[in-house]
């Protein structure tokens, strides 16, 4: 896919299943189990679709997946599957761990931050041994003093590594990485969730990550039950929404197992997700 002159890619680092009803907050089981059907334990299929950008001699990746460090209990839990894994991913493209230049966190949450290190021995190591690991001050601190709701989710053998080896730049401000490529920080999932937005040739493409994690969150009140800050989720779709529809926008969708990107248009009172790109472990084509 192109935005204007950025090229850009989704790569894989396999499926996982969350429950749904926490995926789906206070919406009814009726209406989201049509549009993502729970397994017997109630959880849904979940994609990890990290952005690869080819732009202005540059090799940046956004977010790094659950990685394979975690134990099989783990695995279990999180139903993770070993349909793709993010470095075969990115050779799919002939993308080389060496040859990434720029890591972007959105957060440091183990489904996003987790193939940044891989285990040698019994040290976590970074898989991305040339490039800038860069995330937003607040989002650091948090993960480094988490609540008793947010402890699960922060894995320090993500983070602590990179530090280590001098690869991890702490950002106090929304960047921008290159040309076109700019990050911004809202609130909702986290306190400080990083997105990104692509711009180029007056064409627009936005990665909102868990702020709108798939293309069934894109109707303003379907936020997560896991959102730290439910309410600015909400504020933060209703600032975004209607000037990407009305500009045509293309919205990248980080945890959708099947629609990778899309654009969204109205119908009355309704919001239509048109798939213009698949997710990298859709079952088929994605039809427009």
Known sequence: MKTGTIEWHLVSDGTFRLDGGAMFGVVPKPLWQKKSPPDESNRIRLGTNCLLLKTAGR?????TGLGRKENARFREIYGVANDANLV???AGHGVKPEDVDTVVYTHLHFDHAGGGTRREGDAAVPVFPNARHLVHATELHDAENPTVRSSASYLPDNWVPLREAGLLDVLHDETEIVPGVRTFVRPGHVRALTGVL??????????PSDNMPTSAHVPIPWVMGYD????DTVATKVEFLDRAIDEEWTFIFEHDPEVGAAKVRRDGRHLVVEPVLPAPTAGGAVTP
Not at 59 to 63: A, P, Q, R, S, W
Not at 198 to 203: K, Y
Not at 228 to 231: G, K, N, R
């Open 59 to 63: 090799v940046i990746l956004v977010d």
């Open 198 to 207: 692509l711009e180029s040739g007056g064409e627009k493409a936005i990665y």
């Open 88 to 90: 075969d991913s990115l």
């Open 228 to 231: 730290l800050y439910p309410l």
